[in-house]
């Protein structure tokens, strides 16, 4: 008996994280259903453990996919920043962002995906993928069997250093999700008292290039964790010296599990599409390069990915196509890539930002009324902490 409904598809999409979901929901939903779409994970999108701290901005993600309270965790209402020193300065904003409960929110978009009359398989491996012709044969495996179906255009939303195209030539050009591949580690820890509408950031020399966090969870657990720059050079492994902190900073707690991942932080300049491949989510290399946020990102790149699929469909000549491939760069630049590009600027300015500048900066932060730290009041008070900071800013306001 066929594992799939068909041999052909219009659209494979490869990987049903939050990129490969909401392209999949949005090419069926602008067919009608009439689409021919195939969408393969290796495991369940809402199988637990899924390798995230879980923050969005609460209006970015609403624009793309209505809120509901069934997959949030909670509303966050402020941020602290903690200098090396322990100084912690509070930016309050009645709206900072909420905290995804991720598994659940996939189920809700794996729904849409269903409802929009996506097939979707969440136990097929997608091994390889191969040029035949004027389409693209796409092999994959479930339960020990293989199985291939033709597709005339695929999606690969792999996420962060995917291999899937890595090893087709003539897709040499196009993104390869392992710009500035930096590592991250959490754990889910039970012990620490933390208030549920906070985040907290941890900043300075021990966690070069990246920062550390606090995210609330339920109330009782928390997602300690932190990021690295790229060229990091810690001489313990990453799972000692976040056990480290936690016990240093929080004696009593208790570690429950730790989980580590690799975010795609650098964005690049290079194709999004080539030949009837599309690349969206951190496969994109769409993650901010210095918040480290993806997930709003990696729905909004699947959105666009799959309009872009839609159009190139109904395009009747080779040039035609090409227009549309190299238009997905475009559209992803004017939407967030140019101002991640930005952001990818400023961030040797801030990892060079020292302890003392954060210990000064946090300290004058510290001393500002709740409700009074506006994003500008924090900026130019880390300024006029840290005036060494302007001449190093020029790269990013050139
Ligand atoms: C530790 C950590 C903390 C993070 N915290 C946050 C945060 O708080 N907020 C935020 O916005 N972002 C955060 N991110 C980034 C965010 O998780 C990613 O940017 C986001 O998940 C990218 O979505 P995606 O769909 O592109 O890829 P993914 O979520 O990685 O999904 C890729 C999917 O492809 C599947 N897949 C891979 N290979 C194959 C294959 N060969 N065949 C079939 N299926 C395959 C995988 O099973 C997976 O389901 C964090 C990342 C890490 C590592």
Do not use: E, L, T, V
């Given at each position: 008996m066929p594992k799939f409904e068909s041999k052909e598809y219009d659209v494979v999409v490869c990987g049903a994280g939050p990129a490969g979901l909401m392209a999949a929901c949005t090419y069926g939903r602008l067919t009608g259903g009439a689409g021919r779409v195939l969408l393969l994970d290796k495991k369940e999108p809402w199988k637990e453990p899924i390798f995230c701290a879980e923050a969005v901005s609460t209006g970015r993600l609403n624009a793309l996919w209505p809120i509901s309270k069934e997959w949030v965790r909670g509303g966050i209402s402020g941020i602290y920043f903690t200098s090396p020193k322990g100084y912690r300065a509070e930016f309050y904003s009645k709206d900072c962002g909420s905290m995804l409960d991720r598994s659940r929110f996939h189920h809700a978009l794996a729904d849409g995906c269903v409802e929009a009359g996506v097939e979707c398989h969440f136990d097929a491996l997608v091994t390889n993928l191969s040029r035949d012709g004027d389409s693209w044969l796409v092999q994959s495996m479930t339960g020990g069997e293989l199985s291939t179906v033709r597709a005339k255009a695929v999606i690969d939303a792999t996420g962060p250093g995917c291999r899937l195209t890595r090893n087709v030539d003539c897709l040499k050009g196009i993104e390869s999700g392992d710009t500035d591949l930096e590592p991250a580690i959490f754990a889910v820890t039970e012990g620490i008292k933390h208030s549920r509408e906070h985040i907290e950031l941890f900043f300075g020399s021990e966690f070069p290039n990246g920062y550390g966090w606090i995210f609330p969870r339920d109330g009782v657990e928390v997602n300690v964790g932190f990021v690295l720059g790229k060229d990091h050079d810690t001489p313990i492994p990453l799972r000692q010296k976040l056990l480290e902190f936690i016990n240093r900073r929080y004696p009593g707690a208790k570690v429950k599990a730790v989980y580590g991942g690799m975010i795609a932080c650098g964005q690049s300049k290079r194709p999004l599409a080539m030949h009837g491949v599309f690349k969206a989510g951190d496969a994109a290399s769409c993650v901010n390069p210095i918040s480290r946020s993806g997930i709003v990102e990696s729905i909004l790149c699947g959105k666009i990915v799959a309009e872009s699929v839609v159009e190139w469909l109904a395009c009747g000549t080779d040039a035609e196509r090409s227009r549309v491939e190299a238009s997905v760069l475009d559209r992803w630049m004017k939407a967030q890539g140019r101002a991640h590009l930005q952001i990818a600027n400023a961030k040797p300015t801030f990892g060079k930002i020292s302890d003392a500048q954060f210990d000064r900066a946090a300290e004058k932060l510290s001393?500002?009324?709740?409700?009074?730290?506006?994003l500008w009041r924090i900026f130019f008070t880390v300024l006029s902490a840290c005036p060494s900071l302007i001449w190093k800013m020029r790269s990013f306001l050139r």
């Open positions: 001393r500002i009324p709740q409700g009074k730290a506006s």
